[in-house]
């Protein structure tokens, strides 16, 4: 088969390159009372950052691209809108299937992310009958936390770095695995859904499977309460579930802090007209978007792929 590497030479770096650009001069001057050497380890930084970026774009020009129309009958665009009442039906099978497949099983975060990349790559070669290597590199902080409190991680899409904010429980290898799909190039947000989705629930494994369901149930549950904080946690305990899963689905909405909320407002505004004015929905792709995109596909006449894999 066909195989290109992608060097995501960054993400090897000891800490977040774009951190040390944005705050070397600052810490410097702060450590040092000097602004020069900061100065030029951000620059150098930058050197590495940009050099990374190039290396990668250089690689990419190779990749043959999934075009979502053609396999899945569907793309950003062109969603059908799936029915509240075969949303509410959906949400009653995802519960049952997760309460009888339920496993406490963790995978270190390391080794999980190894396992993810692994099916991930599988999967979307299985389509392109390419395989794309990239880096399994994750890490646990960047400054953008604080940009982005509401986000579980964040994907640099220049440099592929990738970062977890928080312990994400069950949902761990579907964030790891979004943000991967964005790491292998594909930066919309619809296509991060879906093609993590679809790699989880066809890698075999039931941690992976378990965190593939659980998102997709998050995300109706999204859809369906809206933005009424109150109605998803009481949708979450209406369903019949083990206590486990249920204290999983809550965990996702958590009252935020003074900090997170405010900056979320202004942020998740900002955030969602960047979405729009890249040829996305904005922030309803991740549940409205991603929810019609697994109903359109699985009732498309000329979709290449099987149905079945929108199915569970
Ligand atoms: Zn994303």
């Not at 995802?94 to 390391?110: H, N, Y």
């Not at 109150?230 to 689905?249: C, I, P, T």
């Not at 991740?286 to 498309?300: H, M, P, Q, V």
Request: net charge negative; charged share 25%; glycine share 6%.
């Amino acid at each position: 088969m066909d195989e290109i590497r992608i060097p995501n030479d960054a993400t090897y770096a000891p800490f977040s390159l774009t951190d040390i650009i944005a705050t070397a001069p600052l810490a410097s001057r702060l450590l040092l009372g000097a602004t020069l050497p900061g100065r030029v380890l951000s620059a150098a930084a930058l050197g590495v950052y940009a050099g990374s970026a190039v290396q990668d774009w250089i690689v990419r020009r190779d990749m043959r691209w999934i075009d979502f129309s053609k396999e899945f009958g569907c793309d950003i665009k062109t969603l059908d809108e799936m029915p509240e009442s075969a949303r509410r039906d959906e949400v009653e099978r995802l519960a049952a299937r997760l309460d009888d497949g339920f496993t406490a099983e963790r995978i270190p975060r390391a080794e999980l992310a190894v396992s993810v990349n692994e099916h991930l790559t599988e999967y979307m070669a299985g389509i392109t009958g390419q395989r794309v290597y990239t880096s399994s590199e994750v890490r646990d902080f960047t400054l953008a936390k604080l940009i982005f409190p509401f986000a579980m991680g964040v994907c640099d899409v220049v440099s592929g770095d990738v970062a977890l904010f928080r312990d994400t429980g069950i949902f761990e290898p579907h964030v790891i695995c979004h943000e991967f799909v964005h790491r292998k190039g594909y930066w919309k947000e619809l296509h991060a859904q879906a093609l993590s989705y679809m790699a989880l629930m066809s890698s075999g494994d039931p941690v992976l499977i378990q965190s593939a369901l659980a998102e997709r149930l998050h995300r109706q549950l999204k859809v369906i309460a809206g933005e009424d904080h109150q109605a998803y946690h009481d949708l979450v305990d209406s369903l019949s579930m083990r206590s486990e899963l249920k204290d999983e689905m809550h965990s996702l909405r958590p009252d935020a802090g003074v900090y997170e909320s405010s900056v979320s407002v202004v942020m998740k505004r900002l955030y969602d007209e960047r979405l729009k004015l890249t040829g996305q929905n904005g922030l309803s792709d991740y549940d409205l978007g991603f929810t019609n995109f697994l109903w359109t596909f699985s009732k498309s006449p000329r979709a290449r792929q099987e149905a079945r894999h929108a199915a569970f």
